[in-house]
């Protein structure tokens, strides 16, 4: 896909150039809402961004946590010229490891050294303004819209889901995508995490089960409220992209471009057979989010506890209360978030 989207690559040039490389602000002549797509990890929400680059007109950044970023750097209002450099450097970093993923279809069509440039002309043209962090968010993705041909923007960040009023307020008529999976393939993924995708120390089933069913609640309460969302099931996606591409186009307001969807999906088991987790785990989890699960058509397997998990339940609640404390001990960002996710989950 990368090749064809090269070879079919048609830039929107700002002034005549590089929409990379302007020196004025870009995004108010593009005025557009954004489309957020929220959930959990784990949940197949990239491969979702990859159908979502098969929407014409519409460029989707996967993995794009800038809220979280900028709150961490402690901005408030207008960034301050120090919070700009950091906020530079870390925007134009996720494009650098994006870049060096080869064979990725996130990676945009552009160079290391276009980067360079990019990060010190962010600096130089909004130092002296006064950008707030929504501000420099939508330039930098407008841009990278422009760049690919497109001007509708958007991005993926799953654990959005706990912030949809706040990116409403920021963003009037945000259309948000929430993908969900079986929660017991979730944290089956997260149970066996490896390599850059991130640490299995976060897993805990008791607290992925809570956050999943929260995540379900919050979506039927967005739809509740009338917010502009819809929802996609990870395994609706594998099983008919063109479909499931069809209806997001429609929601998106855009047409399809069938020959750019994907094939196959991401896995966390691409070294070796799908483990699954145990039946103990299973037990909590239907326990804890059986409800929402029934909602969203996920049958029950109906197992029981073993007394032959325990030593792996021990294990595993080990390593997640050695992992969240030292989080929440060394990280304010952490401690806040960890506290919030607690605050929202109660009587879940």
């Known amino acids: 896909m990368q090749q064809e989207l090269e070879t079919n690559h048609t830039m929107i040039k700002v002034d005549g150039g590089n929409p990379l490389f302007a020196t004025r602000r870009v995004a108010p002549d593009f005025k557009s809402p954004p489309v957020v797509v929220v959930g959990l990890p784990r949940s197949g929400t990239s491969f979702l961004s990859h159908v979502l680059t098969a929407i014409e007109n519409w460029y989707v950044f996967d993995d794009f946590y800038f809220r979280r970023k900028a709150i961490g750097f ?23 490891a994006r870049i060096k993923w080869e064979n990725d279809f996130s990676k945009p069509l552009c160079t290391l050294e276009d980067m360079d440039r990019m990060q010190g002309l962010l600096f130089d043209t909004f130092v002296d303004s006064s950008l707030t962090w929504p501000e420099l968010l939508e330039e930098f993705l407008v841009r990278f819209a422009l760049l690919h041909g497109k001007t509708r923007w958007g991005y993926k960040a799953p654990g959005e889901f706990l912030h949809l009023e706040e990116l409403l307020t920021l963003f ?77 186009s429609t929601f998106l307001g855009s ?4 020959t750019c969807l994907p094939e196959g999906a991401n896995t966390s088991f691409r070294r070796g057979k799908r483990k699954n987790i145990t039946q ?27 007394l032959s998990d325990l030593l792996d339940f021990l294990q595993t609640t080990l390593r997640f209360t050695s992992y969240q404390t030292r989080r929440v001990m060394y990280s304010n960002h952490a401690r806040g978030a960890v506290f919030n996710v607690i605050r929202r989950t109660v009587g879940v």
């Open 74 to 96: 402690g901005v408030n209002g207008s960034i301050t010229p120090e919070q700009l450099k950091k906020l530079a450097h870390w925007l134009t970093w996720q494009v650098r």
């Open 172 to 248: 009037p008529d945000t259309k948000f995508i929430f993908c969900l999976r079986d929660p017991r393939a979730v944290m089956a993924s997260y149970k066996f995490l490896e390599g850059k995708d991130g640490t299995k120390n976060v897993y805990h089933p008791i607290a992925y089960a809570k956050y999943w069913a929260l995540a379900q609640q919050t979506l039927e309460q967005a739809q509740q409220n009338g917010l502009n969302v819809e929802l996609v099931l990870f395994e609706d996606a594998i099983s008919n992209p063109i479909e499931v591409g069809k209806r997001l």
């Open 255 to 258: 047409d399809l471009n069938e």
């Open 280 to 306: 103990t785990e299973e037990w909590l989890c239907e326990k804890i989010c059986g409800r929402e699960m029934a909602k969203l058509g996920y049958s029950s397997h109906a197992p029981s506890p073993q």
